[in-house]
């Protein structure tokens, strides 16, 4: 590794002086784009060895000055890869510089009208927000920002992915409104396709659950509206237990709710999402923190 790095070094010490030739009043005379072109590969070369020698903040920054240089030779679309490659590479040691790097990505790919590689690249600075910086509002506003590019861009299964992210988040952050709207359109979408039917009753079990947070009574409208606009819902587990949910809520009855939930529980295991806003109900009964 220490080799690699060593190299690295070398190779960013040749293309400084390549650079520097390149830029001054003769070098601008006598081949100074091709000194740039010379300094640029030069960079790149150095951040692959950086890479190697797992030096990330390094091989960041050589990304970075290789995309400087295609800026400025006019190649946008390799000066934005680069500034990606350097994302890539802060992603690993330096979380906030992945996040400022990817966004001139972006700023570039939009400004060449290449929309749906700009909202990968949001869906990319969402999840450093959601894995390394524990920024859910950051996270839900760059996975609405790729919704967005994704849906003028006709890629309606991506926008929803996105969306149903936003939605996870928005109820985590007791956004329940928010989060009730999204759920309820992705089912809509989702009822006429043939491939997506069974998750529609998973978004509507959501979405009702995200009404329980608010008002019981707003549930039981919901639940009702629902199995109107989707029979098969009305037939599942899902609609069997917020029917005793929702019993149990209006009794106050604490040990109905937890065995309803254990039933449930012990053939569709609970995921995280699932346990922390059925805690937050069974909280309206008792405000008893555990759900047992």
């Not at 010490?13 to 784009?33: I, P, V």
């Not at 590479?89 to 992945?98: R, T």
């Not at 790919?109 to 690249?121: E, L, N, V, W």
């Not at 956004?175 to 039917?197: F, Q, S």
């Amino acid at each position: 590794m220490a080799e690699n790095e060593g190299k690295g070094k070398a190779l960013m010490d040749e293309a400084d002086r390549k650079l520097k030739s390149a830029t001054g009043f003769f070098g601008s005379m006598f081949g100074g784009t091709q000194k740039q072109e010379d300094a640029c590969e030069l960079y790149s070369r150095a951040a692959n060895m950086f890479k190697m020698a797992k030096k990330w903040n390094e091989a960041g920054n050589a990304f970075c000055k290789c995309a400087e240089i295609r800026l400025r030779l006019e190649s946008r679309h390799e000066a934005a890869t680069s500034y990606v490659d350097a994302g890539n590479c802060f992603k690993k040691s330096n979380p906030q510089e992945a996040v400022k790097v990817l966004k001139r990505a972006i700023e570039i790919y939009i400004d060449m009208g290449r929309f749906t590689i700009a909202a990968k690249h949001h869906i990319s600075i969402a999840e450093i927000y959601e894995n390394e910086m524990i920024d859910l509002e950051k996270a839900v506003e760059n996975y609405e920002r790729a919704a967005d590019y994704y849906k003028g861009e006709e890629s309606n299964s991506s926008a929803n992915k996105c969306l149903l992210k936003v939605a996870m988040y928005a109820a985590q952050l007791e956004e329940y409104n928010k989060a009730t709207g999204i759920y309820e359109e992705v089912a809509k979408t989702a009822m006429d396709n043939p491939l997506l039917k069974y998750s529609a009753k998973e978004y509507f079990f959501k979405a009702a659950l995200c009404h329980m947070c608010v008002d019981a009574l707003n549930a039981q409208h919901a639940v009702a509206k629902y199995d109107e606009m989707f029979p098969a819902f009305a037939d599942s587990r899902e609609h069997k237990l917020l029917n005793k949910l929702m019993d149990a809520v209006e009794e106050q009855n604490i040990d109905n709710y937890t065995e309803s939930v254990k039933d449930y529980d012990s053939i569709s295991r609970l995921d995280q999402w699932l346990t922390t806003i059925l805690l937050r109900i069974k909280k309206s009964i008792s405000g008893d923190p555990d759900l047992r």
